[in-house]
């Protein structure tokens, strides 16, 4: 048997760290950063493996005890494993020192890191946000969820950072990413230079790069709503999806496909592997509440990885990034994805509320 030849020999595999590593040194993050987004992948690495651990494990299930569901702030039970992954990453960043504090959606308000422990550790300069289980109600069926995250830096002379210090439109994202626990366990990162994947080798316990610069196709003809919530609606949405299901007769002219995982990972996850558009718009149930889906710590940093990836990204009124946030816990409409299909979403919503306009 011959020897491959150095020329021949395959590319060796390129691990997150060394992926950082070489960001640093291209001056395009700092080692504070490096060291932080690592701690996150770490921690995504011990919720997949409770989240692979299935029944086996003892963590599917609601949270509470005693029969009654545990609630938490946005009004929704709490499974086991939404408590689990969020402690998991508690935890993990409290003493890395890159952090000046914490918010996540499992949490009333946001915690100080030297909050966290009576022993202090060191404080950063960075913030965390995270939904630590995302899809959680998938979590009993064996469906995909995932962890977000975005960071924040924290803002010159606070040492003490509070809720308001969070509440940064998500153009200051410096980093944002998710991981997605699914038939592989991925890791989906941006630091502004593009949105790169990693997938978890798990014999040897490490991310290796597998896709380096995703790209979202311009054009799609695949849609992702909740359909069931079409009667609820607002008028410019139902025209949107009433066209887009007129298929090839109808004004858009072609036939489109529908697909709803009903969890905002997996669906993202597909749209950034093949294109497609994303939605959760207003509805009548949620209107008041501003939308569903959380902007800090599910919108932006989705937005900020389908824009590094050449999509885009809007609440059908605005571009996500530029919302300026007014509540850690605030909810947004999200239409994101292929470029010209979130455009053809907004353009709806323009022209209905123009109409609105010049009738009133
Ligand atoms: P979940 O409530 O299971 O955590 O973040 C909320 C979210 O899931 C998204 O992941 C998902 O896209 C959406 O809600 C699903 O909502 P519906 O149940 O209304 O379809």
Redesign the pocket.
């Known amino acids: 048997m011959s020897t491959p030849s150095p020329q021949q020999a395959s590319p060796s595999p390129i691990s997150l760290t060394r992926h950082l590593l070489e960001e640093q040194r291209a001056g395009r993050i700092n080692a504070d950063l490096r060291l932080l987004i690592e701690v996150v992948a770490r921690a995504c690495k011990s919720i997949s493996i409770a989240v692979g651990k299935g029944a086996l494990g003892g963590v599917l299930g609601d949270a509470g005890s005693d029969g009654a569901a545990s609630i938490n702030v946005q009004g929704?039970a709490q499974k086991k494993l939404?408590v689990l992954s969020n402690e998991i990453l508690l935890e993990a960043n409290a003493w890395g020192g890159h952090l000046a504090g914490l918010a996540s959606?499992e949490m009333d308000h946001s915690v100080p890191i030297a909050d966290m422990h009576s022993d202090a550790y060191p404080r950063g300069n960075y913030l965390l946000l995270f939904?630590p289980?995302?899809?959680?109600?998938?979590?009993d069926v064996n469906i995909s969820?995932?962890t977000i995250f975005s960071v924040l830096r924290c803002p010159e002379g606070v040492t003490t950072p509070g809720d308001a210090h969070f509440l940064q439109p998500g153009t200051d994202q410096v980093a944002a990413g998710y991981c997605t626990y699914g038939p592989s366990t991925m890791l989906v990162l941006t630091i502004g230079h593009g949105t790169h994947a990693f997938t978890l080798d798990r014999e040897i316990g490490s991310f290796v790069l597998t896709q380096r610069g995703m790209t979202i196709p311009e054009e799609t003809k695949e849609f992702?709503v909740?359909m069931?919530?079409q009667r609820f609606w607002e008028a410019p949405m139902q025209a949107y999806v009433g066209d887009l299901l007129k298929g090839r007769e109808g004004p858009r002219g072609k036939d489109f496909n529908m697909r709803?995982?009903?969890?905002?990972?997996?669906?993202v996850h597909r749209i950034l592997t093949r294109g497609g558009i994303?939605s959760?718009p207003l509805d009548s149930k949620c209107a008041a509440k501003g939308g569903?889906?959380?902007l800090m710590y599910?919108a932006n940093p989705m937005a900020f990885l389908v824009e590094q990836a050449g999509g885009a990204a809007s609440t059908g009124r605005q571009r996500m990034l530029e919302m300026q946030p007014t509540g850690l816990h605030q909810r947004v409409p999200v239409f994101l994805g292929s470029k010209a299909e979130v455009e053809a979403a907004v353009r709806y919503h323009r022209e209905h509320d123009l109409q609105g306009q010049d009738a009133g």
């Open positions: 929704e939404d959606e939904d289980l995302d899809g959680s109600s998938n979590i969820v995932g992702a909740n069931s919530n709803w995982v009903a969890s905002m990972v997996a669906d994303f959760y569903k889906l959380r599910e």
